[in-house]
Structures are given as structure tokens and as C-alpha cells.
């Protein structure tokens, strides 16, 4: 039976002096004659290269490891079981069919090199996502980067020239032109303020030259003193702060400002193409 399946089994390019062989080396094998079962397998095996996984090598790998137990060869048994299994990790050995000691070298071979297979399979998943993980990280440094070249695109930088002349006018110019816009925005206020009501009283004192001889001469009085007091009180306080506003610029003049401003850019003139591949990576752009 096991004949049979084993010619059927055999490719094109097995000879059949290549399963005569087999089946003379298995036949001393079988007779107890070890040494010589040895020697044929050894010549049929002569050819092969590893990972072959043609019936009649593996089973003249299977024969030839087996021969060397009874041997006491058991190096040289598990480096043929070691190519037998390197071949077809899958393969199974048929309790039945050997003593328990070359079945146990069987396992044992089986065993370790399944825990080597399982050990390079982690370690090339960890190599993977290790890799993977490096990718990732410069994918993100080439976006930042490119991100931040085009922040600055967008973004004009402004140097202003300030002038010794404007840090003169008050109403807060120079608190403005330095860039201290609170401080201007309450000079502007206050003198406008105290400029409009000096102002506005002065036109009011004056109108008194122009009316009748009033009826009650000490209400005009009263009116008279409430404008020019107040006129004079709103005038100085104004000519105070403005000096007051002035000497602060002079002081903390600055001869330039820089500001930057945005800079409105097209939508084509950033475009950005990333590539991801298993060991490299890329990224482009244009502007």
C-alpha cells in the first residue's frame, strides 16, 4: 500500500532507479541492517537541497534519521529531522510505525523548532510594528515641518518706523504707536474729554457778553464763576495729561515695531503627497 502511494506521489523528475533505491535502503532498514540502510539513504539523499519536499525525500529523510537512532547517532538523527521538518513543518510520524525513542526525538525536534518558528514570527512582528511606529513618527515630523513652513508663508512680517514727532501729538498717539494701545485708548478719551469741556464752557462764558442785564444779577454771577472755573479747571487738567501722555512716550519710545500679518494664499499653492511604504517613506511638496 505504502509502495503504491509512494509511486504515485513521485514527480516527473524522480527517476525510478531514484525508488528502487529507496525501497533497497528500506529493505535493510527493515533486515536490521542499519549501516547499510544508512549508506543508501545517505546517496539518495546526496542531491537534495533543504526545503525539498518531495514524498520520497522526506521519507528517506524520515528512514535515514530513524537509522541513525538505532545507530546511537542521535546528532546526526535530529539534523535529519530537522530538514525533514524545515521542509513540511506539518509533518507527522506515525506512532506505530517506530520505537518510542525515535518518536520522542521527533517530538522533541518538532518542539524546539516550533518555538524557534514562534519566536521569529513575534520577533517580526515587533520588528514590523517597530518600523511601523518609526514611520509614523517621521510621517508626523514632515507634516509638522511642512506645516510650519506654511504658517510662515502665510504670515507677513511687518517692521514699522516709528518717529520722535508723533510721540508728540497727544490724544494717546504715541502710547499707540508704541504699541501700548490701553494707555492711548484712555488718553484719547480722557483728553477728548477734558478738551471738549473746556471747550464747550469757554463758548458758554463767552455767550454771558451777549445777554440783557439779567434779572437776577447773582444767578448770572454764579453762571459766570461755574463756566470760567470750569474752563479753567478742564484746560489745565487737559494741558497736564497731554504733557503728562507726551513725556510717557518720549520715555518709553520705541524706534521700531514688528508685527506680522496674515497673508492670504491660494488653495493650490500647497501641495502635499505622502507615500508609505514598509521601509520608507515620502513626502513631497510644493510651492
Known amino acids: 500500500m505504502f509502495a503504491c502511494w509512494l509511486v504515485a506521489a513521485l514527480p ?9 533505491q529507496f525501497q533497497a535502503a528500506r529493505g535493510a532498514y527493515e533486515a536490521l541492517n542499519y549501516e547499510r540502510a544508512a549508506q543508501l539513504f545517505r546517496a539518495l539523499l546526496a542531491d537534495t537541497v533543504p526545503f525539498d519536499r518531495r514524498p520520497l525525500v ?8 530513524a537509522t541513525y537512532m538505532f545507530l546511537r547517532r542521535p546528532q546526526d538523527a535530529e539534523a535529519q529531522f530537522e530538514l525533514l521538518l524545515q521542509a513540511d513543518h506539518e509533518y507527522v510520524l506515525d506512532p506505530l510505525a517506530f520505537p518510542s525513542e525515535v518518536v520522542m526525538k521527533f517530538t522533541e525536534v518538532k518542539a524546539r523548532l ?41 504670515t507677513e512680517r511687518i517692521e514699522q518706523q516709528n518717529s520722535r514727532w508723533v510721540a508728540m501729538v497727544p490724544f494717546g498717539a504715541g502710547q499707540f504707536q508704541n504699541g501700548d494701545k490701553g494707555l492711548g485708548l484712555a488718553l484719547a478719551i480722557g483728553e477728548g474729554a477734558l478738551l471738549t469741556t473746556s471747550v464747550v464752557t469757554f463758548l458758554l462764558h463767552e455767550s454771558l457778553r451777549d445777554e440783557p442785564p439779567p434779572a437776577d444779577p447773582a444767578a448770572a454771577r454764579f453762571a459766570e464763576h461755574a463756566f470760567r472755573y470750569t474752563n479753567q479747571i478742564a484746560f489745565g487738567l487737559f494741558l497736564a495729561t497731554t504733557m503728562a501722555g507726551i513725556v510717557d512716550a518720549q520715555v518709553r519710545f520705541k524706534p521700531s515695531m514688528v508685527y506680522q500679518r496674515a497673508r492670504p494664499l491660494p488653495p493650490e499653492l500647497l501641495e502635499l503627497k505622502v507615500s508609505l511604504a514598509p521601509n520608507t517613506l515620502g513626502i513631497s511638496a510644493r510651492f
Not at 12 to 20: E, L, P, Y
Not at 117 to 135: F, K, V
Open 12 to 20: 516527473a523528475g524522480v527517476h525510478a532507479n531514484d525508488f528502487d
Open 114 to 154: 516550533d518555538g524557534e518558528r514562534a519566536r521569529n514570527e513575534q520577533q517580526r512582528i515587533e520588528r514590523e510594528t517597530s518600523e511601523r511606529a518609526r514611520l509614523e513618527q517621521a510621517d508626523k515630523q514632515h507634516r509638522e515641518g511642512l506645516q510650519r513652513l506654511f504658517d510662515l508663508a502665510s
Open 58 to 65: 522526506l521519507e528517506s529523510r524520515k528512514y535515514l534519521a
